[in-house]
Nanobody, 121 residues
Framework: QVQLVESGGGLVQAGGSLRLSCAAS????????MGWYRQAPGKQRELVAA???????SYADSVKDRFTISRDNAKKTVYLQMNSLKPEDTAVYYC???????????????WGQGTQVTVSS
């Protein structure tokens, strides 16, 4: 069994900051890329930021220079530091990990349950 558990969401005023965490646990052989997605009401889920095993990062244009993704491979955890938050950042944030579970031949994507981020104006 593999689990991804997010934490750190909440309510914050515009201009504030939040740090999201996502910890992977279970029968994990290796973790490749990890990322954060978000889904606002009535909108499609979108990629916010991603990080490779080697630490290369990519960001959606809407969050560049405000959000920072990082990971701790020893802790099997990915983080998203969100600064200068805007009301349009309000969404449910999901983490995703491309990982290989023990007993399987190929890696596949696993999702967390999501954490709500609400930014008030």
């Amino acid at each position: 069994q593999v689990q991804l558990v997010e934490s750190g969401g909440g309510l914050v005023q515009a201009g504030g900051s939040l740090r999201l965490s996502c910890a992977a646990s279970g029968s994990i052989s290796s973790i490749n890329a990890m990322g954060w997605y978000r889904q606002a009401p009535g909108k499609q889920r979108e990629l916010v930021a991603a990080i490779t095993l080697g630490g290369s990062t990519s960001y959606a244009d809407s969050v560049k220079d405000r959000f920072t993704i990082s990971r701790d491979n020893a802790k099997k955890t990915v983080y998203l530091q969100m600064n200068s938050l805007k009301p349009e950042d309000t969404a449910v944030y999901y983490c995703k990990a491309d990982l290989l579970a023990y007993g399987l031949r190929y890696s596949q994507g696993y999702w967390g349950q999501g954490t709500q981020v609400t930014v008030s104006s």
